[in-house]
């Protein structure tokens, strides 16, 4: 899902067509720019018929580097807005209007009629099979399929969607490879994913975040004060100039350059630039954010909330050993635990199976029982014959079985249980009708590298908290290992939901992944929600952003590329202010040493003359924009520190880089200008 980068003379051609006057508003520091550019243009054309303050080559030297410093900024954010946008021209390729057969009701016999994707609406079944594309965004109500994500994901390796559970989402768009499946569609057309992907990447629709309101008061603010005192300074130059009969009245040509180099243009003309990159980057991770907002939420989030299954385990859990109770051998528990994982269609009872045959190739099923499968109301799977009621699952739930039927368990099988547990294993305790046979213990791996993700995320100063669906001390076990700060086990969706009111009641900033149904009360509250796009439609609906890999270990990615975007503003805003002090030193006393010959002892650079510092402020002013750009686009590096740590570089390099920079600059211009003066 990457397009190519815009080319420059498409780049360039935007920048023009920005020139408007609709455009130019939007951004109030770059608009008193452009209105200067318009002044001194109009200066010229006077001076050109005589009637000037100054001389008609350095006002039109002034105007036409005004128009390049505008120009720059518009090149800026349309370079920004090219990625978004191209990025959104690959999408709309892979948009086509298909045909497809909807369904009377949910059979795969069932009778049928043809419609085009842009007639099927929310709550149609269609059928679709091997070398169809789906029509729409839904759910798989019937049947297991193999989709080609490609065109949505980058990904090509084609992924399993399936009735139930948390991978029945598909995506309009998408090929069906091989079998069929009926599909409930829950968009209509023009409001599918891929519609509101297109939206989300096109960069001249992002809203402007909070900070980022904030920091254009800022600017806006110092403009204005900066207007009001280039305003006041016409009369008091003039008044100057009469009272002590001598010295020049300052040109507003001069006053024009003044202004343009005094108010805060680098991060005026920048700042759209960076939030546009920041959801470009996004884009880049494969996780469409659904507004800026969220992305400078990530950034200032400290607290995460992380499941164990998928993010900081493999996955599945695989069975590693089978563990009998006193008086039964090894060989009577496998053959219980394989009868019992039959009809469990879960990796973990399919692991049972292979860890069966490994051990005791022996084995083999028993034919004429009748299979009991997995229910989450249970929690149990088995099979039931004449004689006999084998049972495998979760140990309070076995436990309660056997009782039921006048058993116990006995002392040494709690205790075994106990020790799976504690290891960070799961215990799975199996049963032949009253009596307990022994424990099968599943495996959790941990992800190679994660406890370093962790410790890197606790350098930056953010909490994690591992959610889990087992017990106390399979949760210790493993948030011990993996090296989180704290763990929630046997998590509901209400749990989950307490448990992010509490840290935000606490006045912090929560972001949390999920794939499932039961996950949307939580992901909706979030601060920062990342749905898997293999999830429920409910998950990508509460979510702000959606992983088009559903890789849950992306939630770290996501937060250094909010820390990033908020970095980069942070230090092009430091580098501007900075930037703008040294600038003073060169324009000020050459503005004004004709009307206070005096000010010529600040000459401090040892410029040529007051028309060529002018000139090479105004040129400095424009180039450093067009320096600046890659940065913008780029983001500052981000390294996982404390925020005083960050604040001590960043002023260090962008408040001192931006204090040198112009005395550098401005000096190197006046040189190449001063034979042309």
């Not at 740590?645 to 401005?666: E, H, M, T």
Request: net charge neutral; proline share 4%.
């Amino acid at each position: 899902m990457v397009g190519a980068s815009p080319g420059w003379l498409a780049i360039l051609g935007e920048a023009f067509r920005k020139l408007s006057p609709q455009a130019q508003w939007k951004n109030p520091v770059m608009f008193v720019v452009y209105l200067g550019s318009v002044v001194t243009t109009l200066l010229w054309i006077g001076a050109l018929m005589g009637h000037a303050d100054a001389s008609a080559g350095f006002i039109f030297a002034i105007a036409v580097w005004l128009w390049f410093t505008v120009l720059f900024a518009n090149a800026a954010e349309a370079l920004a807005e090219g990625r978004g946008k191209a990025q959104a021209e690959a999408l709309r390729a892979s948009r086509k209007r298909v045909h497809a057969k909807v369904l009377r009701e949910a059979r795969y016999d069932a009778t049928w009629y043809m419609a085009t994707s842009d007639e099927i609406t929310t709550g149609m079944l269609v059928l679709v099979e091997a070398g169809n594309t789906i029509p729409a965004d839904g759910e798989v109500v019937l049947g297991v399929a193999s989709v080609d994500e490609s065109a949505i994901t980058g990904e090509s390796a084609p992924v399993v969607r399936e009735s139930g559970g948390d991978f029945c989402s598909v995506t309009g768009g998408t090929h069906v490879l091989s079998d069929w499946i009926i599909v409930r569609v829950t968009a209509n057309p023009g409001e599918t994913f891929l519609d509101r992907m297109i939206a989300m990447v096109e960069g001249a629709r992002r809203s402007k975040t909070p900070n980022e309101i904030a920091l254009n008061i800022l600017l806006v603010a110092l403009t204005l004060i900066f207007l009001l005192v280039c305003v006041t300074l016409l009369p008091f130059s003039s008044l100057s100039v009469a009272l002590n009969g001598s010295g020049q009245l300052v040109s507003i040509t001069v006053l024009i350059a003044l202004l343009v180099c005094l108010i805060p243009t680098t991060i005026g003309a920048l700042l759209s630039a960076i939030g546009i990159a920041g959801m470009s980057r996004m884009l880049k991770a494969n996780v469409v954010a659904i507004s800026g907002r969220a992305i400078e939420a990530a950034g200032d989030v400290d607290v995460l909330l992380l499941d164990k299954t998928g993010t900081i385990t493999l996955g599945n859990r695989e069975a590693s050993a089978f563990l009998p109770a006193p008086g039964v051998d090894e060989v009577t528990l496998a053959e219980a635990a394989q009868l019992a994982s039959m009809a469990d269609e879960t990796p973990e009872g399919r692991s049972i199976l292979v860890l069966a045959q490994q051990r005791f190739a022996s084995l083999r099923p028993l034919e004429g029982g009748v299979p009991v499968p997995f229910s989450a109301r249970t929690r149990m799977s088995g099979v039931d014959f004449d004689d006999r009621l084998i049972r495998k699952g979760a140990a309070s739930a076995v436990r309660a079985h056997v009782q039921s039927l006048g058993g116990t368990c006995p002392p040494d099988v709690d205790r075994v249980v106990d020790e799976v547990a504690r290891r960070g294993s799961t215990p799975l305790v199996v049963s032949d009708g009253a009596r307990i046979l022994g424990v099968v213990e599943l495996k959790d791996i941990i992800k190679s590298g994660i406890r370093e993700q962790f410790a890197q995320l606790h350098r930056m100063g953010i909490k994690t908290v591992m959610i889990t669906g087992d017990n106390r001390l399979t949760a210790a076990a493993i948030a011990a290992e993996a090296g989180v700060n704290d763990f929630l086990a046997e998590a509901t969706p209400e749990d989950k939901l307490k448990l992010i009111r509490q840290y935000q009641a606490e006045g912090r900033l929560v972001a949390m992944t999920g794939d499932g149904t039961n996950d949307a009360p939580a992901l909706a509250q979030a601060d920062v929600a990342v749905a898997m796009n293999s999830g429920t439609q409910a998950a990508k609906e509460a979510g702000n952003m959606v992983d088009l890999d559903s890789n849950p270990t992306k939630l770290l990615q996501v937060v250094e590329v909010g820390k990033q975007m908020i970095m980069t503003r942070g230090a092009l805003t430091t580098f501007s202010v900075a930037n703008d002090l040294a600038k003073y030193f060169a324009i000020i006393p050459a503005a004004f040493v004709a009307t206070y010959p005096s000010l010529a002892r600040l000459n401090v650079m040892g410029l040529h003359s007051p028309t060529s510092a002018i000139l090479s402020a105004v040129i400095f002013n424009a180039l450093i924009i067009i320096v600046l750009v890659p940065l913008a686009l780029r983001g500052v590096r981000y390294r996982p520190a404390s925020a005083q740590q960050l604040l001590s570089r960043n002023l260090l390099i962008y408040g001192v880089g931006g204090l040198i920079a112009p005395f550098i600059g401005i000096k190197l211009i006046d040189l190449v200008l001063a034979p042309f003066m």
